[in-house]
């Protein structure tokens, strides 16, 4: 069962989540009120930027518009939580939201 633990930021406390069948990210994380903030939700903003420290194999590979404006954010270690899937199965996936600060 994949576990999503999402640091704390300005908008809420570490959360740790499980997700037995993974799934959407953002469906994922506002079940739960993960402190990751969602503005646009179609990859065009990257309001919902996070950094990747942990776990991603466990996340699908990005894909259209999602690889495009991680190009443009300058690559690294980071997904749209907008856009990001979870892969089913056992694992941890950390995330920190970019605009944490």
Not at 38 to 43: E, G, I, L, V
Not at 73 to 92: D, H, I, N, S, T
Request: charged share 25%; with cysteine; glycine share 12%.
């Amino acid at each position: 069962m994949p576990t999503i633990e999402v640091s704390g930021s300005r908008i809420g406390r570490t959360k740790v989540i499980d997700a037995p069948e993974g799934g959407d990210l953002v469906d994922i994380c506002d079940y739960h009120l993960a402190p990751i903030p969602f503005s646009c939700r179609s990859a065009s903003c990257g309001t919902c930027h996070v950094e990747v420290l942990e776990g991603a194999d466990l996340l699908e590979p990005p894909e259209g518009p999602e690889a495009e404006l991680l190009e443009l954010l300058g690559g690294g270690p980071y997904r749209l939580a907008c856009q990001a899937r979870v892969r089913p199965g056992p694992g941890l996936v950390r995330l920190r939201p970019a605009l944490a600060d």
